[in-house]
């Protein structure tokens, strides 16, 4: 019943930066922990940031100090604030609410990191 969907990806240099957003409908999030993760080609899925209930926030090693990721409950909305972009941050970003019963994701958003 819950739908997610992100955006906010595109084409940035090395150095530059971007915020992702991810939109929630069918479900208030303001009860439920949220998670940012990516993938590439011939990855699996992984972690990048999450947040919870209370705002607690985990980050990966490799995008502490660079990405922030906050939730805005009255808009029903997640972001990724993402700094200091690497070629090796260039991957599709999935935005996860983790229900009581089931997880949702989204339908992902690339993000291209190249000079």
């Known amino acids: 019943q819950p739908q997610i969907v992100e955006s906010g990806g595109g084409l940035v240099q090395p150095g530059g930066s971007l915020r992702l957003s991810c939109a929630v409908s069918?479900?208030?999030?303001?009860?439920?922990?949220m998670g940012w993760y990516r993938q590439t080609p011939g990855t699996q899925r992984e972690l990048v940031a999450s947040?919870?209930?209370?705002?607690?926030?985990n980050y990966a090693d490799s995008v502490k100090g660079r990405f922030a990721v906050s939730r805005d409950n009255a808009k029903n909305m997640v972001y990724l604030q993402m700094n200091s972009l690497k070629p090796e941050d260039t991957a599709v970003y999935y935005c996860k609410l983790e229900g009581n019963w089931r997880s949702t994701w989204g339908q992902g958003t690339q993000v291209t990191v190249s000079s």
């Open positions: 947040i919870g209930i209370r705002e607690t926030t």
């Open positions: 069918g479900i208030s999030i303001s009860g439920y922990h």
